[in-house]
């Protein structure tokens, strides 16, 4: 299973650091919460992190004051900073773009969008956002079985579960219906990669399913609901 990448988060509230939190959690980062810059400093001398997100609902000297000592101290220098704003319009996105900041990510937080943007800075090889999702899916092929669950669900694929595993590259026909969605979904997925099932079950056996053929409309679907799971009991702080 993948390693998490670390995140350091500094927000001063801590609703602001849960829902921060919470999310990154969610879409496989690890995050190392912080109130301040200076205590987030003091963090990174012994915890090395990938990426560094500011929430940037402060006033406007205070955001500044925080930016620049970020990107001046050698603990920070060189990580990507991304800032979290309730509102931003394009001038001040492009100065804090000058600034140094890598990206500005708004709130409510757009989870395709924030994956995509966390994924390019550090480095990540999923293009999309997963989310746990226990789905009777139907195949045309009837195998390794007529009918397999799957563990989880992005636009760009799923993960099935089951003991008697198949070839990479192996092409199934599959149909399933998404919850609360009543329209069946109907793609090609090829086989990349496969679990067996061991000794210790640390990750369910089956296997990882690349959709080859899905439809705009499909992935449109399949895309709301993995906001919908990842993001929809969290809740953002939009006031400075």
């Given at each position: 299973?993948d390693?998490?990448?670390k995140?350091?988060v500094i927000c001063?509230?801590a609703?602001?650091?849960l829902?921060l939190?919470?999310?990154l959690?969610?879409?496989w ?11 987030a400093m003091?963090l990174?001398?012994q915890?090395p992190?990938s990426?560094?997100m500011?929430?940037g609902?402060?006033?406007?000297s205070d955001r500044?004051?925080?930016?620049s000592?970020?990107?001046k101290v050698t603990?920070t220098r ?23 900041c890598?990206?500005?990510?708004t709130k ?8 995509g ?5 550090s ?10 999702a226990?789905?009777?899916v139907?195949?045309e092929?009837?195998?390794p079985?007529?009918?397999l669950?799957s563990?989880n669900?992005?636009e760009?694929?799923?993960y099935l ?10 092409v199934?026909?599959l ?9 069946e ?5 090829k ?9 210790k ?5 089956g296997?990882?399913i690349?959709?080859?053929n899905v439809?705009?409309?499909a992935?449109?679907?399949?895309r709301?609901?993995?906001?919908w799971a990842?993001?929809?009991d969290?809740?953002?702080e939009?006031?400075?």
């Amino acid at each position: 299973m993948d390693t998490k990448k670390k995140v350091l988060v500094i927000c001063s509230s801590a609703s602001g650091r849960l829902s921060l939190g919470v999310l990154l959690n969610r879409v496989w980062y690890e995050p190392i919460l912080t109130k301040t810059v200076f205590e987030a400093m003091r963090l990174l001398e012994q915890e090395p992190v990938s990426l560094v997100m500011l929430d940037g609902d402060t006033p406007e000297s205070d955001r500044t004051n925080a930016i620049s000592l970020l990107k001046k101290v050698t603990a920070t220098r060189g990580i990507p900073l991304i800032i979290i704003l309730s509102a931003v319009d394009e001038t001040l996105s492009a100065r804090l773009l000058s600034e140094g900041c890598a990206a500005v990510i708004t709130k409510p937080v757009d989870i395709s969008l924030a994956y995509g943007i966390l994924g390019s800075l550090s480095g990540g090889e999923r293009k999309s956002p997963r989310a746990p999702a226990r789905i009777r899916v139907k195949i045309e092929e009837q195998t390794p079985a007529p009918a397999l669950f799957s563990i989880n669900i992005s636009e760009g694929g799923m993960y099935l579960r089951t003991a008697d595993l198949l070839p990479e590259d192996t092409v199934l026909h599959l149909s399933f219906s998404l919850p609360h969605d009543q329209e069946e979904i109907s793609v090609a997925g090829k086989v990349v990669r496969k679990t067996p099932l061991g000794i210790k079950l640390e990750e369910e056996p089956g296997i990882g399913i690349n959709f080859v053929n899905v439809s705009e409309d499909a992935r449109n679907r399949i895309r709301n609901f993995v906001t919908w799971a990842l993001s929809s009991d969290i809740e953002w702080e939009t006031n400075i």
